[in-house]
């Protein structure tokens, strides 16, 4: 792996930090980018609070707490608070009407939906890098039912057919928003034409973001949900759009083993020690059962409409690895897999979706780009298989592109292109890719 001298380490780590603190509102939490991202995202304050906790816990551990006063009576997290009002966002509180729902927060207005649940494996991270370990305890102790709370939501009502694994109704709560995953599904289904103003085309170049029919079928699905008042069961009876996601669920396994972790240390609830030992065995099982494909060497997507794995390669695709579910046997055929089509000379790992596929768009959103964040979980997952070369590699990358571009969103995966001297897209000052350069480089040996 390159040699990062102290001081390059350090200027970038600077930079990183005014990012992340340009970012923080005087509310207790952070943008994702200003502008394009006015609210508070879930996913995203997770990693935003690891890139805190390495110089500012106290602002690390106001992240967390301010995401997980919104959660809802019945333990789900929306994957976006809407603290304020905002003409720059596009769909607001407005279309969304959380309040549908009998157990909404009183206090907070937000989706109707969620993102992956990285809180456990969060926790756990800002409890190894906190010096004080005392304090941070007591901020965990605080905390960590709030995050079970919301597991035990996904197992008992995400999970329709008793097998540890759980679905989601949107797209939007993969994270991966318009991957090609999706297209096999908008080809069942035929929205009606939506009237509305996009507001993220006015930051963003419309080429590198989802298109207007994308938003009509996005649209469409929050009002089937919204139709049945975000009950989970005629969602999950209704919905056009019900998926089991790879990505989704390894990150529920890892938080699930990180809770354990976690409440073990504070030697307390062994009902729900037990309770999540017994969905992570489900979940491992079924993860590999189901999933995995063994003709394209890579775990896929689950549509539950049409009982079918969904045949696509993406960066989510490896992201089990994180997990640690796989064996060793299926864990060397992942990074073959990965290695063979996104790991060219030409290229930059991880890009998030197949390289050598016709629906493979270097430029546009999940399409094709490399993100910060799906690199940051594959980099550990991959790290705790032994397979540092290719880990090196993935983190090498996107210290690259950070460098040679900044801290923007996603970035073309292609080395060299017609455009390349502008390879950083989306999101300008993002701050998950500020606040993961930051764990990347303050990483112990």
Request: glycine letters at 4%; aromatic letters at 16%.
């Amino acid at each position: 792996m390159r040699f990062y001298t102290i001081v390059m380490q350090e200027q970038l780590i600077d930079k990183a930090i005014k990012v992340l603190d340009n970012n923080f509102q005087e509310e207790g939490f952070t943008l994702p980018s200003k502008g394009l991202y006015p609210f508070q995202w879930k996913w995203d304050s997770g990693f935003i609070a690891l890139g805190f906790a390495h110089y500012n816990m106290d602002r690390a551990k106001k992240e967390i707490n301010t995401l997980l006063n919104a959660q809802w009576e019945n333990g789900f997290i929306p994957h976006i608070i809407f603290h304020s009002d905002s003409d720059t966002y596009f769909p607001g509180p407005d279309f969304h009407q959380s309040s549908l729902h009998p157990k909404a927060s009183k206090k907070y207005r937000s989706t109707g939906m969620t993102q992956p649940p990285v809180f456990g494996f969060i926790l756990q991270k800002l409890y190894d890098i906190a010096e004080d370990k005392k304090d941070i305890l007591q901020f965990i102790e605080q905390q960590i039912d709030k995050v079970y709370d919301n597991h035990m939501y996904f197992y008992e009502n995400r999970d329709i057919h008793n097998e540890g694994l759980v679905y989601i109704y949107h797209n939007w709560e993969s994270g991966t928003d318009n991957s090609p995953m999706w297209d096999d599904i908008w080809a069942t289904m035929d929205p009606p034409e939506y009237t509305f103003e996009r507001r993220d085309t006015s930051h963003v170049d419309a080429s590198q973001r989802p298109s207007k029919r994308e938003y009509d079928h996005y649209l469409y699905i929050i009002d089937v949900a919204k139709k049945y008042l975000y009950d989970d069961a005629k969602i999950a009876e209704h919905s056009p759009f019900l998926v089991q996601d790879p990505l989704f669920n390894s990150i529920l396994i890892k938080s699930n083993e990180a809770l354990i972790a976690l409440y073990t240390l504070l030697g307390t609830n062994n009902d729900k020690i037990q309770y999540l030992k017994a969905q992570q065995k489900k979940s491992i099982k079924s993860l590999n059962e189901k999933l995995f494909n063994k003709e394209l060497g890579a775990f896929v997507h689950y549509d539950l409409r049409n009982e079918e794995q969904i045949p696509y390669i993406s960066s989510s695709s490896f992201s089990p690895l994180f997990s640690g579910a796989p064996d060793a046997k299926i864990a060397k055929q992942l990074v073959e897999t990965m290695m063979n089509k996104f790991g060219g000379n030409d290229r930059y790992l991880c890009a998030s979706f197949d390289p050598t596929h016709e629906k493979f768009n270097p430029k546009k959103y999940w399409r094709g780009p490399v993100w910060i964040n799906l690199n940051w979980i594959l980099y550990h997952g991959l790290k705790s298989y032994g397979f540092i070369k290719e880990a090196n590699r993935i983190k090498e990358d996107s210290l690259k592109l950070i460098e040679k571009y900044g801290f923007f969103e996603y970035f073309d995966s292609r080395k060299i292109h017609p455009d390349s001297e502008k390879s950083g897209y989306g999101g300008d000052n993002f701050s998950w890719s500020a606040a993961l350069i930051i764990d990347f480089l303050k990483e112990k040996a």
